[in-house]
């Protein structure tokens, strides 16, 4: 790798004068980046240590500072990692989906969180080898507007911001505008735009909440705790939650090297253990996991209040959410993020048939050419986390169905 790859420091815009600091050269680079052509050497980079001992490879987790990442850090925090004889270095923190994608493809972090969508764009898009091992979260994001907006239909003529092509947030929001007569549109800033057109751009999420408040978006729509940030500082208020518009869905997923789950199977196995503990081990201490992924806790591992993570890992405020039309699906009876690790076939199935019909940026011509069917199959290892939930004490520890299969239920 030369120097410049060495240190990413990119972020995902669709055009070079929107205001963002990356163009669309930047987002070709990137994919030229994680090209088979490129990918190669860096894969044979690592077989020498692929041959190591499991236990002798340290983790290296790379993350955004956002509630997705929580099983990583609580399991870093809990050192649930050296439980499984593991070696962990220190959580790496980015700013952007770029950076992420980009330190993976590196190899400078071997264990990250990525959005279910962009999975599909590294895999299938870039060719680079890689698989999900594990659901990180379901649900957990939000589409947030400025104070004065009460409907979807008021978007019409402004700006939304997404963190990333590739994620489910742009796929829900454009199945929210379309469901209320809005076409979903990629301009500058200054173009006009007509009554029904809403202008998608891309911010990384740490820059959202200061472009509402700077009035230069009319909403965003990302993972929390930003929705959660804009709502306590009165910046912006929930429109719609997303798991109420796809049930408990995916947003982040475990991801890693095709090389090191072929190479490391006890390796692979044994991180999926620390994550599935993790996640088991949240979803019944909400309060002190929100002080731990604070800036009040000593590693510091994402620059939010214990108070603004509080109010999404174990929010109590789910009857004004239905009062105000956030939150319609009254018998869904979910949190406002929830963990539970499994990946359902049927989601990946459903998420490549949206993905093919949203919008998004760069060469997407590999979208039409996916088989549902195949990618669940092929995308997804099941393997590690299976036997990590029979671990802990099966489906139900999760409130999973025994036979680990569901039917996908989206109410837009």
């Known amino acids: 790798m030369d120097a410049k790859h060495s240190e990413p420091k990119i972020h995902i815009c669709q055009t070079s004068d929107c205001g963002c600091s990356l163009s669309r050269r930047d987002f070709l680079r990137l994919s030229a980046l994680t090209a088979a052509s490129v990918a190669a050497p860096l894969l044979s980079a690592g077989d020498a240590l692929a041959q190591s001992r499991s236990s002798d490879v340290p983790v290296k987790i790379g993350y955004l500072p956002i509630t997705d990442a929580t099983p990583l850090l609580i399991a870093h925090a809990r050192k649930l990692f050296e439980a499984e004889g593991l070696t962990v270095e220190k959580p790496r923190l980015f700013r952007t989906w770029a950076q992420i994608v980009e330190a993976f493809v590196a190899g400078q972090v071997n264990v990250i969180h990525l959005l279910s969508p962009a999975t599909l764009w590294v895999r299938y898009g870039t060719r680079f080898p890689a698989k999900v091992v594990a659901w990180n979260h379901v649900n957990g994001s939000a589409l947030t507007v400025a104070p004065g907006i009460n409907s979807v239909t008021e978007l019409g003529g402004k700006t939304v911001a997404v963190p990333f092509w590739y994620s489910i947030h742009n796929v829900l929001l454009q199945q929210i505008l379309q469901a209320n007569g809005l076409t979903a549109v990629t301009r500058t800033r200054d173009a006009a ?29 990302v993972a929390e705790p ?29 991801f890693l090297a095709e090389r090191d789950i072929a190479e490391r199977p006890e390796w692979a196995q044994r991180v999926t253990n620390a994550i ?34 509080a109010k999404v890992l174990a929010t109590t405020d789910y009857a004004s959410y239905e009062a105000s039309g956030a939150a319609r699906n009254k018998g869904w009876y979910q949190r406002r993020i929830d963990f539970q690790p499994y990946p359902f076939a049927s989601y990946t199935e459903e998420l490549v048939k949206v993905l093919q019909k949203t919008r998004v940026e760069g060469d997407n011509a590999f979208l039409t050419k996916l088989d549902p069917r195949f990618v669940a199959r092929d995308l997804v290892d099941d393997r590690f986390v299976r036997k990590a939930i ?11 169905p025994a036979d680990l299969l569901r039917k996908e239920v989206l109410a837009v």
């Not at 709502?231 to 798991?243: A, H, P």
């Not at 081990?281 to 002190?288: A, I, M, S, V």
Request: aromatic share 6%; net charge positive.
């Open 193 to 221: 735009l007509a009554r029904n057109e809403v202008n998608l751009i891309v911010l990384p999420p740490a820059e959202m909440v200061s472009a509402l408040a700077g009035k230069s978006i009319a909403g965003f729509i």
């Open 226 to 254: 930003f929705n959660a940030a804009a709502e306590t500082t009165g910046v912006g208020k929930v429109l719609r939650l997303s798991g109420d518009v796809w049930k408990n869905h995916a947003c982040c997923v475990t």
């Open 276 to 309: 599935v503990k993790a996640q088991l081990w949240t979803r019944g201490n909400q309060l002190e996991a929100a002080k731990i992924l604070s800036s009040a806790d000593d590693n510091r591992y994402t620059p939010h209040s214990p108070q603004v993570l």
């Open 390 to 400: 029979a671990a802990v004490g099966g489906p139900s520890a999760f409130g999973l």
